[in-house]
């Protein structure tokens, strides 16, 4: 069935340093979107990704989806304890108008 | 509207007794989805429902598992006889999505968790 694989699973990073998960399809997307959850709340839309090789900046947050809508990434440049949390991709398929989610990689910050 | 309601916030109840969640979506979606999620997991994929029909229903889920959207607008899920495995946050969500357009953006209520005894 259709996938959307996402890695890591967790990363651990020290406050200041870059932080990037990747999400990758089986199959080609409609769009990519892109949830933040925090510990102990709910996954919180952050933002949708349309066309191809599209890139979207949101402050520190770099989105990008690649040329062949089937991957996308989300990077952060200097990591911020507000940071913390899982961060979901989740793909949207021509084939049958639903969200296919990944795992989520969680954004851990060292002490 | 103030986005995605659950009701209750949080649940106790003894292994073999039922129990039934509300959810409120946010009311221009016609897309309800019902989520479980357990700690350090993602969201696991329950149910959802397009206006009044359900669409699809994990195989995943047992047949203690029902849930219902009758007027197109809120739904319940009530699990029947619950065992401890049943234990986790459910989440329901709300989008606008289908072959007729819409990005099926998911707007997440608070969750409801549920402990079993």
């Known amino acids: 069935g259709q996938q959307v694989m996402q890695i890591p699973q967790y990363q651990h990073v020290q406050e200041g340093e870059d932080f990037t998960t990747y999400c990758n399809s089986s199959?080609?997307?409609?769009?990519i979107q892109w949830y933040k959850q925090r510990p102990g709340g709910h996954p919180v839309f952050l933002i949708q990704l349309v066309k191809s090789g599209e890139v979207k900046k949101q402050k520190r947050l770099t989105f990008q989806f690649g040329e062949a809508k089937k991957n996308s990434s989300l990077h952060i440049t200097a990591t911020q304890t507000t940071d913390v949390g899982t961060y979901f991709c989740?793909?949207?398929?021509?084939?049958?108008?639903?969200?296919?989610w990944g795992a989520g990689t969680k954004l851990i910050i060292k002490p | 509207d103030t986005g995605v309601s659950q009701n209750p916030r949080h649940k106790i109840t003894k292994r073999g007794q039922n129990v039934t969640f509300r959810c409120d979506p946010i009311?221009?979606?016609?897309?309800l989805y019902w989520y479980r999620q357990t700690l350090g997991q993602g969201p696991e994929f329950l149910t959802y429902f397009q206006n009044e029909a359900q669409l699809e229903k994990s195989r995943l889920l047992s047949d203690r598992f029902s849930a219902e959207r009758p007027k197109g607008s809120f739904s319940t899920l009530e699990i029947q006889r619950t065992e401890q495995g049943d234990s986790a946050m459910y989440l329901c969500?709300?989008?606008?999505?289908?072959?007729?357009?819409?990005?099926?953006?998911?707007?997440f209520g608070p969750g409801t968790r549920l402990t079993v005894l």
């Open positions: 009311s221009e979606h016609n897309r």
């Open positions: 969500a709300s989008s606008f999505g289908g072959a007729s357009g819409g990005t099926d953006t998911q707007y």
């Open positions: 989740a793909g949207l398929t021509d084939s049958n108008y639903q969200l296919i």
């Open positions: 199959t080609t997307l409609s769009n």
